[in-house]
């Protein structure tokens, strides 16, 4: 992008933390002069000028941070107005929400001034548990194998922080040599539940009520069925459950 100068050798906090002051300045409608430690902008010595965004100023427009990692929770404790978890599993809140404190306590704010926006994966209403559970394991074994390298794989890294070390390992070997059906089979059906909103609807309320125990904020979802009326029937009965949960 003309205009750009970065550090590659930049604490990662100081790089994030002025791109997301050159993005709320943008988001103010302010006339993007920046010059920083690590980002300069128009480029000194350059033929850029410092220009007025052309779209109508959001000042207000939150900014969320998608994290995985310990430092990189940290840093959006201390930077962003939300979080976008993946990988989630409330059992195991603190993995996510710890780094999360700390980053926001040592910028003088509480984890209470984020909005904690998880990804809650799918929604699917069913007396037949298995016939839920059996479609979402390739999936599962998918990202733990095949979403990185076998050194860098942050999904992989979460679960095993989460208390699945030995199955992350043991997946991701299977399914890098190419063992794709072992993978898939070694996936315990109790990791299923806890990483989506399926079954019963007892069962689904007891996962909304466990999101909302930990401090949960926010439920992104996938709604299944076969037509779009299934998929909003699905979504309407989560709604129903969502509404006993929160006046309980």
Do not use: C
């Amino acid at each position: 992008m003309e205009g750009w100068h970065g550090v590659s050798f930049a604490h990662p906090l100081e790089r994030t933390r002025e791109y997301l002051d050159i993005v709320r300045m943008i988001t103010r409608g302010e006339r993007l002069s920046y010059s920083g430690e690590i980002y300069h902008v128009p480029l000194p010595g350059g033929e850029g000028k410092a220009l007025v965004p052309g779209a109508e100023p959001r000042p207000n427009l939150p900014i969320y941070l998608a994290s995985l990692g310990p430092k990189n929770l940290e840093m959006t404790g201390a930077l962003a107005d939300g979080w976008l978890g993946t990988s989630f599993i409330p059992e195991q809140a603190g993995v996510y929400f710890d780094p999360l404190e700390k980053g926001a306590r040592e910028a003088g704010r509480t984890l209470a001034a984020l909005d904690l926006q998880v990804n809650a994966g799918v929604v699917a209403f069913s007396d037949d548990v298995q016939s839920l559970i059996l479609p979402r394991k390739p999936g599962l074994a998918y990202t733990l194998g095949a979403m990185g390298s076998r050194r860098h794989n942050f999904y992989n890294a979460v679960y095993q922080r989460a208390g699945y070390a030995e199955l992350a390992e043991q997946v991701q070997t299977l399914w890098l040599d190419r063992q794709r059906e072992e993978a898939v089979a070694l996936i315990p059906d109790e990791l299923v539940l806890k990483t989506n909103l399926i079954g019963t609807p007892a069962m689904v309320r007891e996962r909304l009520r466990m999101h909302r125990q930990v401090g949960v904020t926010t439920l992104r979802v996938a709604t299944k069925g076969d037509s779009l009326d299934d998929r909003l029937a699905t979504l309407g009965q989560l709604l129903e459950l969502v509404r006993e949960v929160t006046t309980e």
